[in-house]
Protein backbone atom coordinates (compact mmCIF):
# COMPACT_ATOMS: atom_id res chain seq x y z
CA UNK A 1 0.00 0.00 0.00
CA UNK A 2 2.58 2.58 1.00
CA UNK A 3 4.66 1.91 -2.37
CA UNK A 4 1.70 2.39 -4.51
CA UNK A 5 0.49 5.86 -2.52
CA UNK A 6 4.49 6.89 -3.26
CA UNK A 7 3.73 5.97 -6.99
CA UNK A 8 0.85 7.73 -7.04
CA UNK A 9 2.30 10.54 -5.80
CA UNK A 10 4.98 10.53 -8.34
CA UNK A 11 2.56 10.17 -10.93
CA UNK A 12 0.93 13.54 -10.15
CA UNK A 13 3.99 15.34 -9.77
CA UNK A 14 4.99 14.27 -13.26
CA UNK A 15 1.17 15.17 -14.34
CA UNK A 16 1.31 18.01 -12.54
CA UNK A 17 4.69 19.30 -14.05
CA UNK A 18 3.71 18.67 -17.49
CA UNK A 19 0.58 20.48 -17.08
CA UNK A 20 2.25 23.16 -15.93
CA UNK A 21 5.03 23.35 -18.90
CA UNK A 22 1.93 23.26 -21.53
CA UNK A 23 0.62 25.85 -19.82
CA UNK A 24 3.87 28.35 -19.65
CA UNK A 25 5.35 28.06 -22.36
CA UNK A 26 9.54 28.89 -22.57
CA UNK A 27 11.15 32.03 -23.04
CA UNK A 28 14.46 31.88 -24.49
CA UNK A 29 16.73 34.04 -25.85
CA UNK A 30 17.07 32.91 -29.74
CA UNK A 31 20.59 32.20 -30.94
CA UNK A 32 22.47 33.85 -33.68
CA UNK A 33 20.84 33.29 -37.25
CA UNK A 34 17.77 32.24 -35.49
CA UNK A 35 16.43 34.71 -38.14
CA UNK A 36 18.83 34.11 -41.20
CA UNK A 37 18.47 31.85 -44.17
CA UNK A 38 21.02 28.65 -43.58
CA UNK A 39 22.54 26.16 -46.06
CA UNK A 40 21.40 23.13 -46.61
CA UNK A 41 17.75 24.22 -44.58
CA UNK A 42 14.74 23.15 -46.27
CA UNK A 43 12.66 26.61 -46.24
CA UNK A 44 8.60 26.87 -47.10
CA UNK A 45 7.21 28.43 -50.41
CA UNK A 46 5.04 31.83 -49.67
CA UNK A 47 2.12 32.29 -51.74
CA UNK A 48 0.55 35.17 -52.77
CA UNK A 49 -3.60 34.40 -52.65
CA UNK A 50 -7.06 36.27 -53.79
CA UNK A 51 -10.09 35.52 -51.37
CA UNK A 52 -13.50 37.39 -52.09
CA UNK A 53 -14.65 38.89 -48.68
CA UNK A 54 -18.31 39.14 -48.16
CA UNK A 55 -17.41 41.50 -45.13
CA UNK A 56 -15.63 43.95 -47.49
CA UNK A 57 -17.40 42.95 -50.82
CA UNK A 58 -14.07 43.11 -52.47
CA UNK A 59 -11.53 40.76 -53.29
CA UNK A 60 -8.94 40.34 -50.66
CA UNK A 61 -4.92 39.81 -50.81
CA UNK A 62 -3.24 37.31 -48.09
CA UNK A 63 0.32 35.74 -47.74
CA UNK A 64 0.49 32.34 -47.26
CA UNK A 65 3.64 30.33 -45.92
CA UNK A 66 3.75 26.69 -46.01
CA UNK A 67 5.99 24.54 -44.54
CA UNK A 68 8.89 22.70 -46.12
CA UNK A 69 8.35 19.60 -47.88
CA UNK A 70 4.28 20.82 -48.05
CA UNK A 71 2.17 17.93 -48.97
CA UNK A 72 -1.48 18.24 -50.04
CA UNK A 73 -2.03 14.29 -48.13
CA UNK A 74 -1.00 15.92 -44.99
CA UNK A 75 -3.04 18.23 -43.08
CA UNK A 76 -1.51 20.90 -40.95
CA UNK A 77 -2.24 23.35 -37.99
CA UNK A 78 -2.53 26.88 -38.97
CA UNK A 79 -1.19 30.00 -37.79
CA UNK A 80 -2.76 33.63 -38.22
CA UNK A 81 -0.08 36.29 -38.30
CA UNK A 82 -1.42 39.88 -38.10
CA UNK A 83 0.13 43.21 -39.05
CA UNK A 84 0.38 46.83 -37.97
CA UNK A 85 -1.28 50.04 -38.10
CA UNK A 86 0.69 50.54 -41.27
CA UNK A 87 1.16 47.68 -42.87
CA UNK A 88 -0.64 45.13 -45.08
CA UNK A 89 -0.21 41.50 -46.26
CA UNK A 90 3.33 42.39 -46.76
CA UNK A 91 4.60 43.69 -43.30
CA UNK A 92 5.89 40.59 -41.72
CA UNK A 93 7.94 39.86 -44.55
CA UNK A 94 10.38 42.24 -42.46
CA UNK A 95 10.30 39.72 -39.52
CA UNK A 96 11.39 36.99 -41.78
CA UNK A 97 8.94 34.47 -40.85
CA UNK A 98 10.18 32.02 -43.40
CA UNK A 99 13.55 31.71 -41.86
CA UNK A 100 12.72 31.89 -38.47
CA UNK A 101 10.05 29.05 -38.76
CA UNK A 102 11.88 27.13 -41.07
CA UNK A 103 15.37 27.11 -38.87
CA UNK A 104 13.14 26.26 -35.93
CA UNK A 105 11.29 23.41 -37.92
CA UNK A 106 14.77 21.84 -39.32
CA UNK A 107 16.04 21.80 -35.55
CA UNK A 108 12.73 19.78 -34.21
CA UNK A 109 11.60 22.80 -32.33
CA UNK A 110 8.68 23.57 -34.02
CA UNK A 111 5.93 22.03 -35.17
CA UNK A 112 5.37 21.89 -39.87
CA UNK A 113 3.17 24.45 -39.59
CA UNK A 114 1.03 26.86 -42.42
CA UNK A 115 1.17 30.59 -41.45
CA UNK A 116 -1.14 32.90 -42.97
CA UNK A 117 -0.27 36.68 -43.16
CA UNK A 118 -3.70 38.42 -44.66
CA UNK A 119 -4.24 42.51 -44.73
CA UNK A 120 -6.58 43.12 -41.18
CA UNK A 121 -7.66 46.32 -42.46
CA UNK A 122 -11.38 45.03 -43.03
CA UNK A 123 -12.63 47.69 -45.44
CA UNK A 124 -13.76 48.39 -48.89
CA UNK A 125 -10.60 50.45 -49.49
CA UNK A 126 -7.75 47.82 -47.27
CA UNK A 127 -4.51 50.23 -48.07
CA UNK A 128 -3.02 52.24 -45.18
CA UNK A 129 -3.91 55.74 -45.72
CA UNK A 130 -1.50 58.44 -43.70
CA UNK A 131 -4.46 60.81 -44.04
CA UNK A 132 -6.99 58.49 -41.07
CA UNK A 133 -4.20 56.34 -39.56
CA UNK A 134 -4.74 57.08 -35.94
CA UNK A 135 -8.58 57.37 -36.21
CA UNK A 136 -11.69 55.84 -34.92
CA UNK A 137 -12.75 54.83 -38.17
CA UNK A 138 -9.07 53.60 -38.79
CA UNK A 139 -8.97 51.51 -35.90
CA UNK A 140 -12.58 50.50 -36.57
CA UNK A 141 -11.24 48.55 -39.67
CA UNK A 142 -8.70 46.39 -37.88
CA UNK A 143 -11.51 45.43 -35.31
CA UNK A 144 -13.85 44.62 -38.26
CA UNK A 145 -11.45 41.84 -39.22
CA UNK A 146 -12.88 39.38 -37.11
CA UNK A 147 -15.79 39.33 -39.44
CA UNK A 148 -13.82 38.59 -42.63
CA UNK A 149 -11.50 36.44 -40.89
CA UNK A 150 -14.31 34.02 -39.15
CA UNK A 151 -16.61 34.26 -42.61
CA UNK A 152 -14.32 35.15 -45.36
CA UNK A 153 -10.78 34.27 -44.85
CA UNK A 154 -11.05 30.77 -42.83
CA UNK A 155 -13.63 29.60 -44.95
CA UNK A 156 -11.14 30.05 -47.59
CA UNK A 157 -8.46 28.48 -46.14
CA UNK A 158 -10.40 25.42 -45.01
CA UNK A 159 -11.37 24.94 -48.67
CA UNK A 160 -8.32 25.09 -50.69
CA UNK A 161 -5.22 24.07 -47.97
CA UNK A 162 -5.10 20.97 -45.76
CA UNK A 163 -5.70 22.26 -42.22
CA UNK A 164 -5.86 20.72 -39.30
CA UNK A 165 -9.24 21.22 -37.48
CA UNK A 166 -9.62 22.02 -34.20
CA UNK A 167 -8.51 24.98 -31.69
CA UNK A 168 -5.44 23.04 -30.91
CA UNK A 169 -4.23 23.21 -34.12
CA UNK A 170 -5.67 26.78 -34.45
CA UNK A 171 -3.08 30.29 -33.17
CA UNK A 172 -3.56 33.60 -33.75
CA UNK A 173 -0.49 36.17 -33.40
CA UNK A 174 0.54 39.60 -34.23
CA UNK A 175 2.85 42.55 -33.98
CA UNK A 176 1.37 46.14 -32.42
CA UNK A 177 -2.31 46.79 -33.49
CA UNK A 178 -2.19 42.99 -34.72
CA UNK A 179 -1.47 41.98 -31.11
CA UNK A 180 -4.28 44.01 -30.04
CA UNK A 181 -6.39 42.33 -32.97
CA UNK A 182 -4.52 38.55 -31.84
CA UNK A 183 -6.07 39.11 -27.97
CA UNK A 184 -9.66 40.73 -28.86
CA UNK A 185 -10.18 37.92 -31.59
CA UNK A 186 -8.37 34.98 -29.83
CA UNK A 187 -10.26 35.73 -26.48
CA UNK A 188 -13.60 36.42 -28.63
CA UNK A 189 -13.56 33.20 -30.13
CA UNK A 190 -12.05 30.65 -27.67
CA UNK A 191 -13.53 27.98 -29.17
CA UNK A 192 -11.59 28.14 -32.59
CA UNK A 193 -8.16 29.38 -31.07
CA UNK A 194 -6.27 27.55 -28.39
CA UNK A 195 -2.92 29.73 -29.05
CA UNK A 196 -2.81 33.87 -28.72
CA UNK A 197 0.35 35.64 -29.13
CA UNK A 198 0.73 39.64 -28.46
CA UNK A 199 4.29 41.16 -29.82
CA UNK A 200 3.88 44.88 -28.16
CA UNK A 201 0.58 45.09 -28.20
CA UNK A 202 -1.46 48.45 -29.16
CA UNK A 203 -4.01 50.17 -26.41
CA UNK A 204 -7.29 49.37 -27.36
CA UNK A 205 -8.53 46.24 -26.19
CA UNK A 206 -9.07 47.71 -22.59
CA UNK A 207 -11.08 50.96 -22.00
CA UNK A 208 -8.78 54.29 -21.90
CA UNK A 209 -9.07 58.19 -22.82
CA UNK A 210 -9.22 57.82 -26.45
CA UNK A 211 -11.44 54.41 -26.86
CA UNK A 212 -14.11 52.50 -24.87
CA UNK A 213 -12.27 49.16 -24.88
CA UNK A 214 -12.94 46.12 -26.72
CA UNK A 215 -13.37 44.63 -23.32
CA UNK A 216 -14.42 45.45 -19.74
CA UNK A 217 -11.28 44.90 -17.83
CA UNK A 218 -13.60 42.09 -15.81
CA UNK A 219 -14.17 40.53 -19.06
CA UNK A 220 -11.01 39.99 -20.35
CA UNK A 221 -9.95 36.54 -19.72
CA UNK A 222 -9.76 33.21 -20.46
CA UNK A 223 -12.74 30.45 -20.37
CA UNK A 224 -11.37 28.49 -17.39
CA UNK A 225 -12.64 25.08 -18.87
CA UNK A 226 -10.54 25.70 -21.72
CA UNK A 227 -6.53 25.53 -22.37
CA UNK A 228 -5.42 28.60 -23.63
CA UNK A 229 -2.01 29.48 -24.20
CA UNK A 230 -1.29 32.86 -23.83
CA UNK A 231 2.13 35.09 -24.54
CA UNK A 232 2.68 38.73 -24.46
CA UNK A 233 5.84 40.43 -25.01
CA UNK A 234 7.37 43.86 -24.88
CA UNK A 235 10.46 46.27 -25.68
CA UNK A 236 12.27 47.66 -23.08
CA UNK A 237 12.49 50.84 -24.95
CA UNK A 238 9.36 50.69 -26.81
CA UNK A 239 7.76 54.34 -26.23
CA UNK A 240 4.56 53.43 -28.80
CA UNK A 241 2.66 51.52 -26.90
CA UNK A 242 4.32 52.30 -23.49
CA UNK A 243 3.13 50.04 -20.48
CA UNK A 244 0.17 48.52 -22.51
CA UNK A 245 2.03 45.18 -23.13
CA UNK A 246 2.18 44.60 -19.22
CA UNK A 247 -0.93 45.92 -18.08
CA UNK A 248 -2.88 43.30 -20.93
CA UNK A 249 -0.41 40.84 -18.99
CA UNK A 250 -1.24 41.89 -15.34
CA UNK A 251 -5.13 42.32 -16.37
CA UNK A 252 -5.39 38.74 -17.34
CA UNK A 253 -3.61 37.21 -14.10
CA UNK A 254 -5.71 39.20 -12.05
CA UNK A 255 -8.64 37.60 -13.38
CA UNK A 256 -7.17 34.65 -13.52
CA UNK A 257 -5.68 33.63 -16.42
CA UNK A 258 -2.76 32.24 -17.33
CA UNK A 259 -0.29 33.95 -19.55
CA UNK A 260 3.79 34.35 -20.08
CA UNK A 261 4.60 37.68 -20.60
CA UNK A 262 8.21 39.31 -20.47
CA UNK A 263 10.45 41.88 -21.87
CA UNK A 264 13.33 42.27 -24.31
CA UNK A 265 15.59 44.58 -25.70
CA UNK A 266 14.59 46.82 -28.29
CA UNK A 267 11.48 49.10 -29.21
CA UNK A 268 8.43 49.17 -31.25
CA UNK A 269 10.33 47.38 -33.78
CA UNK A 270 11.51 43.93 -34.95
CA UNK A 271 13.84 43.33 -33.01
CA UNK A 272 11.07 42.15 -30.12
CA UNK A 273 8.38 41.28 -32.95
CA UNK A 274 10.63 38.50 -34.12
CA UNK A 275 11.92 37.85 -30.71
CA UNK A 276 8.29 37.35 -29.72
CA UNK A 277 7.68 35.11 -33.08
CA UNK A 278 10.31 32.73 -32.03
CA UNK A 279 9.17 31.77 -28.38
CA UNK A 280 5.64 31.63 -29.41
CA UNK A 281 6.31 29.52 -32.49
CA UNK A 282 8.35 27.32 -30.89
CA UNK A 283 5.93 26.51 -28.38
CA UNK A 284 3.01 26.33 -30.72
CA UNK A 285 0.99 22.84 -31.42
CA UNK A 286 3.07 20.27 -29.13
Known amino acids: MHKLMMLL ?26 DAKVDGVPYGKTLLRRYF ?25 VLYLLHGIGGDENEWAGGRPTWV ?4 IAQGEAAEMIVVMPNIRARENDR ?16 HFINDLRDDLMPYMQENFPIAQGRENTAIAGLSMGGREALYIGLTMQDTFGYIGAFCPAPGVLPYYAEKGLFPAADFKADETLETRILINAGQTDGVVGTWPKTYADTLTANGTENTFYVTAGGHDFTVWKHGLYNFARNLFR
Open 53 to 77: STTTGRERKVMILLPPDYSEEKTYP
Open 101 to 104: IGNL
Open 9 to 34: IVLALLLSCAAAEKAAPAVVDPPAGF
Open 128 to 143: ANASDMYTSAHFAAFD
